[in-house]
């Protein structure tokens, strides 16, 4: 089971031009492949929340800002990130939360709602946690997915599919042709300069994480520019979170 870092930690990869046509993909033997890669239909069900560890750095506005980030995600929607980061010698802490709904920040001693340009971003992003749980391209009829072709990532032959969903922007996933796991994720977003962007992100060093498989080595791009790396030190996974985790404080 897949679960990115919030803020849009993912990975980059190597992406070259498609070699597959469409119509030679079959969709549901690839969704079926990467479940059972993932851990198989029952074990990634089980677990709708996952708590992560980890640090990495930032590239943005000419800088390299080392952060550490804390996180909760809970199926279908749910977030909080506690990041810090260390912005030339000062420590800065931003807490953010979205509960399915409605969001919040606390950072420098100051809570605010979000606003809805930030919610925006936050429901794209539990939407994004949402496709990485993988066993819901099988569950959710609501999710229209077509194949897009093959890719090299990494070096290795990847198969595309294009998830769209009404109320989000259309994600593209792409897994490993031999291994069935998720190797990168396709999708819109905004730079720190509220530009919007082409997102890549693509997923490495999976280990095996209570009956599943979850990426510990993350990455994203924006366009051809590096954007974030990051390295996940713990990931645990449960059935549900405590409601005051998303909570108002």
Do not use: C
């Amino acid at each position: 089971m897949q679960r990115r870092l919030f803020f849009a930690l993912a990975v980059a990869a190597i992406v070259a031009a498609p070699v597959a046509a469409d119509d030679k993909i079959d969709i549901k033997a690839v969704i079926d492949k990467a479940i059972k890669a993932h851990g198989g239909k029952e074990t990634l069900e089980k677990f709708k929340v996952s708590r992560i560890k980890g640090k990495g750095t930032l590239h943005a506005m000419g800088a390299d800002i080392e952060f550490s980030v804390v996180g909760v995600s809970e199926l279908p929607n749910k977030l909080r990130s506690e990041i810090k980061l260390d912005i030339m010698g000062q420590s800065i802490e931003i807490v953010r939360v979205f509960d399915g709904k409605n969001g919040w920040q606390s950072a420098m001693g100051t809570t605010m709602e979000l606003t809805d340009e930030q919610l925006d971003e936050m429901k794209e992003e539990g939407h994004h946690n949402y496709i990485e749980a993988i066993y819901t391209l099988a569950a959710d009829k609501d999710l229209q997915i077509t194949a897009v072709g093959e890719e090299k990532v990494d070096g290795k032959p990847a198969i595309g599919l294009k998830v769209a969903k009404k109320g989000h922007k259309d994600v593209r996933v792409y897994f490993d042709k031999d291994s069935g796991l998720l190797v990168k994720m396709a999708y819109k977003s905004k730079d720190p300069a509220g530009q919007e962007v082409d997102a890549q992100a693509f997923y490495r060093d999976y280990k095996d994480v209570q009956g599943t498989k979850v990426s510990m080595k993350q990455e994203v791009k924006h366009g051809d520019e590096k954007f974030i790396e990051a390295t996940l030190s713990d990931v645990k996974l449960e059935e549900k979170a405590d409601p005051s985790t998303f909570a108002k404080p």
